[in-house]
């Protein structure tokens, strides 16, 4: 505002020196009011009122470099993008997910704060996501998870107040569903279940604000889209908003979206039941936050124009290569950027603009196997001796220079 008037002044000043002096008195007072007014004051300050308000708006990273380190040539166009919802307040793009769920509850009227219990089955992001607004808006919050999530995931949601109960990693998340049903019974009554799997608040949310971000950011530009599924929410609702739902009245943006869904090849239950095959042995994975055991009701699967099986070893790999450009992500984001630089390698895709989803910081996931050998060598690092005028002996060193 400062700027608009001082620049208002200058064009006057051009006609007349003295209705110039005037107008720049007169001007300075307007600028002074403006300044102590709460209006511009607001104006000016980028401040929220809760954690769960920082939720979304979240930015696009090139991934060329990892094209060009899988030589692939990006001279006709051929773009790679990863939307960083591993920004968000709890590093996961489930926060939005958890945000849509309570507020929909809100909404109709079916939680209390300080009497309704939420309790809900989990992979761990969406618990944490849960978690952390359950703690804001005063819930009690159980979460039942499989034993093979990270202890970080673990120790994440018992900071935030959660209380955690663990079940049989062989029975993934339908095991943790059957858990969180008898909870449910236990409660008599005060107990609620949002039902990430099948909560249309959980395409919602994504219909609204992740797949308008792409569309505004890429400036509709955007011609394949890669995501992996856990809940099948992400990915359905972007979808949804970009190639037009009828049912959601929403119009169709760019119909000829190419949607590609990613799932573990150790568990590919949606290429399934896509009419697919399943490639090699199928059983536990290690690519936490997808491949939850079952095809979830929220999916769309005739959204989906294809589905991309990665085995667990090319995602840590994968998310190895992410971590050396220096952009920390979790197992899911290897998976899904292996997938989509499969899906740029193919003619058809020559000069298209991808959008990957990267699903999670990767500081939550230390104790993985893929972490296995850094973990080993950081616990091996031994101190070295100072330099003078230091006395190594004082620390626990053979002589005064180590």
């Known amino acids: 505002m400062r700027q608009s008037l001082s620049l208002l002044v200058s064009k006057t000043c051009s006609k007349s020196s003295s209705t110039a002096l005037k107008l ?45 380190n899988h030589g692939i040539d990006t001279s006709k166009g051929t773009k790679l993008v990863g939307k960083l919802e591993s920004l968000g307040p709890c590093s996961s793009v489930k926060d939005r997910l958890g945000r849509s769920l309570i507020d929909e509850a809100e909404k109709q009227g079916l939680i209390t704060p300080g009497k309704t219990v939420l309790v809900e089955p989990t992979s761990g992001n969406t618990g944490i996501a849960l978690a952390f607004i359950a703690r804001e808006r005063g819930y009690r919050c159980i979460l039942t998870m499989p034993e093979s999530m990270s202890i970080e995931r673990r120790i994440m949601l018992m900071s935030l107040g959660a209380e955690v109960v663990l079940t049989p990693k062989e029975t993934a998340v339908p095991g943790a569903l059957a858990k969180a049903k008898e909870i449910i019974e236990q409660l008599n009554g ?118 991309v099986g990665v085995h667990s070893d090319e995602a840590t790999d994968m998310c190895h290569e992410l971590w050396m450009m220096g952009l920390p992500a979790g197992i899911s984001s290897g998976a899904i950027v292996k997938a989509a630089v499969n899906v740029c390698k193919r003619p058809e895709a020559s000069g298209k603009f991808v959008v990957a989803i990267i699903p999670s910081f990767g500081e939550r996931y230390f104790t993985h196997p893929m972490f296995a050998k850094v973990k080993e060598q950081a616990e091996q690092l031994q101190k070295q001796p100072l330099p003078e005028p230091f006395d190594n002996r004082d620390y626990g060193f053979a002589t005064s220079r180590g």
């Not at 959980?202 to 308008?212: A, F």
């Not at 359905?236 to 949607?259: D, F, M």
């Not at 949606?270 to 095809?295: C, D, F, L, N, S």
């Open 24 to 68: 720049q008195a007169t001007n300075s007072i307007a600028i002074s009011a403006a300044l102590s007014s709460n209006l511009v004051s607001k104006r000016y300050l980028n401040v929220v009122s809760r954690p769960s308000d920082l939720i979304g708006n979240t930015p696009l990273i090139d991934l060329s470099t990892i094209l060009k």
């Open 190 to 307: 005060d107990g609620y279940m949002l039902q990430q799997f099948e909560n249309p608040a959980n395409p919602k949310i994504h219909r609204e604000t992740t797949g308008p971000e792409i569309w505004r950011d890429t400036d509709g530009l955007v011609d394949i889209l890669v995501s992996g599924c856990g809940t099948g929410g992400t990915i359905t609702g972007i979808s949804q908003y970009i190639k037009g739902s009828t049912e959601h009245n929403c119009p169709p943006l760019k119909p000829e979206l190419v949607t590609v869904a990613v799932e573990p090849m150790e568990q590919m239950l949606i290429t399934e039941a896509k009419g697919g095959q399943k490639i090699g042995p199928q059983g536990p994975h290690r690519i936490q936050g997808m491949g939850p055991g079952m095809v979830p009701k929220v999916l769309d699967l005739d959204l989906i124009d294809e589905v």
